[in-house]
């Protein structure tokens, strides 16, 4: 049984930094393109950053290329996601998620893809 469960999440003010991990069990971590995403209340799941299974390729949406940096630790079988200059626009529910199918990759991130997901971690970004 797969089971992915993130943390780090929390209140930090605009401007500021913070750091999400993702533990991923039941699966061969170095075998799956893993992603996160977000869902801000009354907007759809978008894909935030995509990393293939083994990190040598990397996905980040217009809307945090250059803040974000996605990383993931397969001797941990751990994601992460650093976040940096954070604005109030990207409060939101952060999921994290592995692809479905080993060695799969296809850009941009679509959620249908994505198999197997967390149960969210909450960023609220203050003014």
């Known amino acids: 049984q797969v089971q992915v469960v993130e943390s780090g999440g929390g209140l930090v003010q605009a401007g500021g930094s913070l750091r999400l991990s993702c533990t991923a069990s039941g699966l061969t971590f170095d075998d799956y393109a893993m992603g996160w995403f977000r869902q801000a209340p009354g907007k759809e799941r978008e894909g935030v950053s995509c990393?293939?299974?083994?990190?040598?390729?990397?996905y980040y949406a217009d809307s945090v290329k250059g803040r974000f940096t996605i990383s993931r630790d397969n001797a941990k079988n751990t994601l992460y996601l650093q976040m940096n200059s954070l604005s109030p626009e990207d409060t939101a529910m952060y999921y994290c998620?592995?692809?479905?199918?080993?060695?799969?990759?296809?850009?941009?991130?679509?959620?249908?893809?994505?198999?197997?997901w967390g149960q969210g971690t909450q960023v609220t970004v203050s003014s």
């Open positions: 990393i293939s299974w083994r990190g040598g390729s990397t």
């Open positions: 998620a592995a692809d479905g199918r080993p060695r799969h990759w296809l850009l941009p991130p679509m959620r249908r893809f994505y198999d197997y």
